[in-house]
């Protein structure tokens, strides 16, 4: 049984061998065909169409239109070039009225995108008193009857520039004020035998050095900010500059104008939270001498340079161009850090102005509005504007609105009928 059982086992063995034989003939076959039409370099394996195999096949894709496409590679975009940015200091500040603000909105928004302008300065409390704001203060009772009637559509006004990115400025004419007086008459500088305090232009001042007064102020500069006033433009800012200050009585007396004022802006600041705090007057003698007619009666004018220096901007009227190029050196010999700002009454001399200003044009907004846009495409007038003097428009809010600033400068004192200002020459 052993013997048949051999045979048949050295038979299988032989073809199991055999198989593998040729499984590995094949096998290597295989590799040495593959090794004919592969090349290997640096970059890894290629395959080399030695026998015109891969060229026949891409022919007769060819032939059958199923060739699959070519990706086309991605051509590199060429940079559009950018507008330069406006260099720092050409600021386009426009001043316009209340009523203006609110009712052109749109075209304001439109010359902003434009970039005829970027900057607008509009009232919150004008040189009567009156608010075009609403202000939430305990100084005084019944403050809702200074409120113009239009202070809703202001206030959405300014919002809406803020978010469109204008800087809004909101002015505060300060301290000259005829309203709040008749509301709280505690806030007004007194004559010293009794009754309130009046100005050869028998107008009110409000007493600087009366904390309820800065209060009040301040309670104006937060709901300024609140509405979303990016800066805040303090006019009037002063000791009154005309009337017998040595007949009146102050609730602390004023060591000099300077301290007092600068502790006042100090709090206003803070009281505007995020917002700028800038200065304005009707003229550099105005902002650079304070009351002149104080220092004659006793209060002396002070470190003037700290409180031009404390301000974030210091806003100052000019005749032409020629005057606003010296005035910044005539600050700066009080005050060195100062940043000056000229403002124009004139549309082309603003134009022509190279660098930042302001255009007044409280008088005139639509005229104002006119000529950022003339600005901005360089139509205006290129003639010499050193001296627009003539410019000058006295009903302009900003300068002397129905005469409550148009002081008469000559020295016509002694002439003054002093019956109504509650001060007994006798006594």
Known sequence: MNSNHTPNQSRIRRTVAAVLIVAVLVVAVGVFLVAQCLSFDGDGAHVIDRYGVLAQEAQQLESTGSAQPVEEQPQEETPVEQPEPEPEGTDRIVMLAASAVADEQDRILELAESGALDTVVVNIKDDEGNLNLSVDTNEIDEVEYLVDSDADALKEAIGALKEAGVHVIGRIYCLHDAQATDYNSDLAIQFENGGTWLDYDNTRWLDPTNDDTVSYLCDIAKSAAEAGCDELMLADFTFPPRGHLDRAEFDRDPDDQAAVLLDALEEIRHAAGDAAVSLTADSLSDLTDLSANGA????????????????????????????????????????????????????????????????????????????????????????????????????DEYSQEDDSDGYDDSDDTDDTDDSDDGYDDEE
Do not use: C, K, M, Q
């Open 296 to 395: 004659e009666d006793g209060i002396p004018v002070g470190d003037v340079g700290a409180l031009l220096d404390a301000a974030d901007r210091l806003f100052v009227p000019v005749d032409g161009t020629d005057e606003a190029d010296s005035l910044t050196d005539a600050i700066h010999e009080l005050a060195e850090n100062a940043v000056v700002v000229p403002v124009f009454y004139s549309g082309d001399a603003w134009i022509a102005y190279d660098g930042t200003a302001a255009l007044n044009g409280v008088a005139d907004s639509e005229g104002a509005l006119d000529a950022a846009e003339n600005r901005l495409t360089g139509s205006y007038d290129h003639s010499d504007h050193s001296d627009d003097s003539e410019e000058y428009n006295d009903s």
